[in-house]
């Protein structure tokens, strides 16, 4: 008989680890929906990158590649790096557990800027991994207070850049002369899942910097610019023994055939697909303009969002999008993420902010 009073044990750090919560899709009065929350491109696959995915669908029955030596060779190629230095994972989010797994043990600490991509404590803890949180100061990272907060302990330093929800970037200067005070043993992700939407001349592609930096690795998606989030792609670029460690940590055949013949076909539109970033950028500088006459303060973003600090009214703000028919990502007690949709989905954001009487 079984009994009903007990449960199998389980691992006691999952008590305070809060399911990863993914973007709301809510429904307005007069039935129009429009998600804001993901960060999702709004554009849909281009026909050629549908086309391989229908042809990819004949060999379902089939295990994939698990080594992924098409799509591996396409982006050593279209990067100029060897394809040794290239990792895959299910999404930039799947590699990062790949990354905490091999350098976790008792005692690790990973080093991150905060608030930054939520699910990085989430991981960390997950993976037996002491968080180290250090605040943003002006809504960016601040790269004196990482460096000081690393310790002997330390394994791992995270750096989102763009930062996710906030947007800002750091530039080369600071970063380089960052990753040339970060201890060699240290291993420094520079975490660029939005690097396509950048246009500020002075953030640094973390390819070039890897590249002399045996201790710096790049993450890097296909769920964003490249509109693949549903098939869950992404990629490290770093060196052997970092490449070689996220292979070894990649569940069997992760990378599924899918995704694996939409990012070859994607990387092969990758000019036509650049088409709809500028078009997302573009839209970028006009929302933030009309917000900025509306009276917001909001910091300047290289992302595909924008980010707005409402402390206190941050629920409330997101209830009144929500009333109108759009969702948006907000993170109680400090702010919002509007993530950047088509022209008129945008428009009807933008007519609850300029509106909203907490504007700040």
Request: hydrophobic content about 45%.
């Amino acid at each position: 008989m079984v009994s009903e009073s007990k449960s199998p044990y389980l691992r006691s750090v999952l008590e305070g680890i809060p399911a990863y919560k993914p973007g709301e899709k809510v429904t307005g009065p007069d039935g129009r929906s429009i998600k804001l929350s993901s960060n999702e491109s709004p554009y849909g696959p281009l026909p050629s990158v549908r086309a391989a995915i229908a042809d990819a669908a004949a060999d379902l029955n089939r295990y994939p590649d698990p080594g992924a030596a098409g799509l591996t060779a396409a982006l050593a190629r279209r990067l100029g790096v060897p394809e040794e230095h290239i990792g895959l994972g299910a999404g930039s989010v799947g590699l990062l557990q790949q990354l905490l797994e091999a350098v976790g043990e008792p005692g690790a600490e990973v080093v991150y800027a905060w608030r930054s991509f939520e699910a990085y404590p989430l991981l960390a803890e997950l993976s037996g991994v002491t968080s180290v949180r250090v605040p943003l100061r002006e809504e960016t990272h601040d790269l004196d207070a990482l460096l000081g907060a690393i310790t002997g302990n330390t394994r791992m330093v995270l750096v989102c850049n763009p930062n996710n929800p906030t947007g800002t970037a750091v530039g080369e200067a600071e970063l380089t002369a960052f990753l040339d005070r970060v201890p060699d043993h240290v291993l420094v992700v520079l975490d660029e899942a939005y690097r396509e939407y950048v246009r500020d001349p002075r953030v640094p592609d973390g390819v070039a910097l890897y590249r002399d930096r045996p201790n710096v690795a790049v993450l890097r998606t296909f769920s964003k610019a490249y509109g693949l989030a549903a098939v869950r792609l992404g990629f490290l670029v770093g060196h052997p023994p970092v490449v070689a460690a996220v292979r070894k940590t990649l569940v069997p055949f992760a990378v599924n055939h899918l995704a694996q013949a939409a990012g070859i076909a994607s990387l092969e539109a990758e000019d036509e697909l650049l088409e709809r970033v500028a078009a997302t950028v573009a839209e970028r500088g006009r929302v933030r303009d009309a917000l900025l006459e509306a009276g917001w303060t909001v910091p300047p973003t290289e992302a595909n969002f924008v980010w707005l600090r409402l402390d206190g009214d941050t629920l409330d703000f997101a209830a009144a999008c929500a009333g109108a028919g759009v969702s948006v990502r907000p993170f109680a007690g400090e702010g919002a993420r509007v993530s950047l949709g088509t022209p008129e989905e945008n428009d009807a954001f933008l007519a609850v902010a300029v509106e909203y009487p907490g504007r700040r």
